[in-house]
């Protein structure tokens, strides 16, 4: 079976498509990857989250204690658990556009040998430290914007979405980052979001398979009373949390894509690159 080209200008739905052959292709080796990279820091995360939502089902769903909302270890514990779950969420974004690089230089190389964890290690250790601060100066931009107006909030999300991929992918420096992506964006806005908007609504609506047990666990507890064995809760969490966790990869494989197919269309990157070895050979 012949692997796949990202480099090649796509419209919306077959950039969906593309997303789930490429992590379908790819599966071994990304895993292989990941549990060497990303596991470690989604493991610290599933058991904070598990630990978290232990006390919420033992003092808030089963006694029923407003008292426990205002309580400083209560506030502690759900800043804890959402500051592990961006740092997560960047890591995982990190990952998964280094593993894309990876790949598609080996792919333009004619190399079948499968993407080696070492690799995307380095990739990802070249580009952390400026992806870390863009990660958070972007969270900080679409979070003033969103409390200013919902809708410049949104704008902003969308217009520097790529800005990641830039850094990372295509080695570029912040400031060329940002203006590339808003250069890619030009006439792309609404097309974009769209993808965006149904690649969330994709995510949700599977991760609400792995959420099943906990939901399940949350109903038994209000209706019945009883609080669930320490072996139901964690497993509930643990699959929960690892399943989205899983299919935020997977999002962020379907960003990558979009952003190679977008580049592609704009700035005709991969048909510049043979030219170019044309002109060396």
Sequence with gaps: MEKIDLNVGRGFSDCITVMFNFVKQEFKPLMKAAGF???????????????????????TLLEYDVDVMLDADYWRGLGVNYLTMLVSYFWLALFALSYMRVYAERFAEGDAVPVSFGEV?????????????????????VCFGM??????????????????????IAGKSLSN??????????????????????LGMLVSALSYVFSLPYMFL????????????????????????????????????????RFFSLREQKEHAALLDKINEIGKN
Excluded: H, R
Aim: glycine share 8%; hydrophobic share 60%; with cysteine.
């Design 121 to 141: 290690w380095q990739v990802m250790g070249k580009s952390m430290g400026v992806s870390l601060l863009w990660s958070v100066f972007y969270f900080l931009m």
């Design 37 to 59: 990279i990303v596991l470690p820091l989604l493991l610290v995360d599933m058991v904070l989250k598990s630990f978290f939502v232990s006390d919420v089902f033992a003092y």
């Design 218 to 257: 949350s109903i038994k507890t209000i209706v019945v009373g009883e609080e669930p064995s320490t072996y139901a809760l964690a497993f509930g969490v643990l699959l929960s949390t690892l399943g989205q966790y899983l299919l935020q990869l997977v999002a962020f494989v379907g960003i990558g894509v």
């Design 177 to 198: 980052s940002m203006s590339a992506s808003m250069k890619i964006m030009s006439g792309k806005w609404w097309n974009t979001f769209g993808y965006l908007l149904v």
């Design 147 to 168: 409390l200013l107006f919902l809708i410049p909030g949104i704008y902003v999300a969308v217009v520097f979405v790529f800005v990641l991929c830039f850094i990372v």
